[in-house]
């Protein structure tokens, strides 16, 4: 009860802000953008997908990492009053990750509305880049958290880890596996490169995509491997299932972090 | 009452309070003295919670606080720089409180009249006065109209007229029977609103008892003097 208490508080404190309308506008603009010039079918999807899995990461930590520095009264404040701490984490989280989602989704969800690409495609695909993009949003607002919790004095810190994560797991980590993969090409690599695509969380959601969209070739070589080496649906709940991992395991930590630490 | 038993807080490599141990029966009123950094506000912030002990134990009405919360419905707490959320306005804040605390008393509205803060409710926090911020803090320790009240520094920033006005409204406070705890680096503050006092230094207790006791003792006519003569006495 209080924790909702607590959301409705920020929420009305982050929409003053009109960030976050901007946030969704981008998505809005894109998506729109992408369904004008590339057909109602799934080429507008998957390039909405493409670049859900790069500005979603990027800003979930960032602004998941800002926003607790940026809060740091707001919990001074509430730790003083009778309010368990987890009540307190989960207000804080749910204050900054939901309207992120929800931005998301509208800012997604609108074009392929009106644009009727909701009829013409598979239901799934449409619900899958959704559900996706609401995962990823929680799961790297989560990371921002966590980083923010272990730099709680060090904003520069804090903010840079989480600039050269997304660097290293959206942008360089596709390179390294392909370096890998040219390197030792003539070893039997297939389940190392498994391993490899179930640590990156981006890389969890890509290959989510392309196996529904069946077009492996198009994004990466991890995902190849991966569509051949499971079928396609065995695939994705192995995806699905490392994704939820990777979303418990930051807030978690946070949880355990944010409990012990001293204001 | 209030228990502290064997308190031990470490940053890091640094001991900031060491082997304290303090009982504050209810309805007394303490001041706690020491030298900036000596562990006033870590102490308070303990009782609070806000920081974990690396050793020892707190008891308030003989119940450990320890990863308890509810405790907290019984005090109020003013920070020694109050620091709110920057966006909301006076009132949001003290409705988003009420609703944290879920025990609204009608001493809001008399703590408002009393500090003059009408003028300024519809105003966000982020356009306010240190002073009139320190108002705000005092308001939200009282207005729950908790047993036990802990003061950091509150005078610190206030004008001479609001300096005096909470001033009154804690004395009153006490003699209506509450716990009260309250540091300050004014003598004349302490000796004013406090019976019993603590002298920290360096993370320990030097001194915890009647404040005319510690007069008598040091040989002095006022506190400010006495407590002079104590911190030479320690770093000497």
């Known amino acids: ?263 | 009452m209030i228990t502290i038993k064997g308190l031990r807080k470490d940053f890091g490599p640094r001991t900031v309070l060491d082997n304290i141990h303090l009982e504050l029966p209810s309805g007394r009123a303490t001041g706690i003295v020491g030298p900036n950094g000596s562990g006033k506000t870590t102490t308070i912030k303990a009782l609070l919670g806000l920081v974990k002990p690396t050793e020892g134990a707190i008891y308030i009405d003989g119940e450990s606080v320890q990863g308890q919360w509810q405790y907290r419905q019984n005090i109020g707490y003013m920070p020694q720089t109050a620091r709110y959320p920057e966006n909301m306005s006076v009132n949001e804040l003290f409705e988003f409180i009420s609703e944290v605390r879920g025990n609204p008393t009608d001493n809001k509205a008399k703590l408002i009249e009393y500090f003059d803060l009408e003028p300024e409710l519809d105003k966000r926090m982020r356009t306010l006065s240190g002073g009139t911020r320190q108002k705000v803090g005092a308001v939200l320790a009282m207005m729950f109209d908790p047993r036990i009240l802990i003061f950091d520094e509150p005078t610190a920033g206030l004008d001479p007229r609001a300096s005096v006005q909470f001033k009154k409204l804690v004395h009153r406070e006490k003699e209506a029977g509450k716990t009260i705890l309250l540091t300050s680096h004014i003598m004349s503050e302490i000796e004013e609103l406090a019976d019993y006092l603590i002298f920290i230094v360096e993370g320990r207790i030097r001194y915890h008892g009647p404040m005319k006791e510690l007069i008598e003792k040091q040989k002095e006519q006022r506190l400010e003097e006495a407590v002079a003569k104590m911190m030479e006495e320690v770093t000497a």
Do not use: H
Request: glycine share 10%; hydrophobic share 55%; with cysteine.
């Open chain 1, 1 to 263: 009860m209080k924790t909702l208490t607590i959301l409705k508080y920020q929420w009305k404190d982050l929409f003053r802000g009109k960030w976050i309308i901007g946030y969704g506008l981008i998505y809005l603009l894109v998506a729109d953008a992408m369904i004008r010039f590339g057909g109602t079918g799934p080429k507008a999807m998957l390039s909405i997908a493409n670049v859900m899995l790069l500005l979603i990461p990027l800003v979930g930590m960032i602004y998941g990492a800002l926003y607790l520095y940026q809060s740091r009264e707001f919990t001074e404040l509430l730790l003083a009053q009778p309010l368990n701490r987890r009540t307190l984490f989960w207000g804080l989280f749910g204050g900054v990750a939901m309207p992120l989602a929800l931005a998301f989704s509208l800012g997604v969800g609108l074009p392929m509305l009106y644009s009727g690409i909701i009829a013409t495609s598979p239901i799934v695909s449409v619900l899958l880049v959704l559900v996706l993009g609401n995962v990823l949003t929680l799961l790297f607002t989560g990371l921002g958290f966590w980083l923010a919790l272990a730099f709680f004095n060090d904003r520069i810190k804090g903010l840079g880890f989480a600039l050269v994560s997304w660097l290293f797991l959206a942008i360089l980590y596709d390179g390294l596996v392909l370096l890998t993969i040219v390197t030792f090409g003539d070893y039997p690599i297939e389940k190392p490169m498994l391993a490899l695509a179930l640590i990156n969380p981006i890389d969890l959601a890509r290959i989510t995509v392309l196996l529904n969209f069946d077009v492996s070739a198009l994004m990466g070589y991890t995902g190849a491997v991966f569509s051949r080496f499971f079928g396609s649906m065995l695939g994705m709940s192995v995806a699905a299932g490392c994704l939820m991992i990777w979303l418990g395991l930051p807030l978690w930590r946070s949880v355990q972090l944010f409990k012990k630490k001293d204001f």
